[in-house]
């Protein structure tokens, strides 16, 4: 079993995975991961509108702020279910961004 798929696997519910695979590529590349110190060091992602992103932010596990301008990027940001569904074994989301 690769490292996605058993993220994927630990993170079910009865209703399935929190998080597609696709989408935890997404998030983990939105929080700098992987990384040598197995911390997160950012929670964003600025690009134009992809599918994994606009499906988290309808499931309520992202937040998108739009720009005012056409064809230009928005700045999306996940929640902290969502980060911490895309963290492996061993892995901790740096305090700056996550708030307790």
Known sequence: MNIATRTAFDQSTASGPLLSLDEIAAARRALGLPNRHKVSHRNHHLGLSHPDWQAMEARGLATVRRSSEDGAPSLWRLTRAAAEAALLPGERLN?????A
């Open 95 to 99: 305090p700056d961004d996550f708030p």
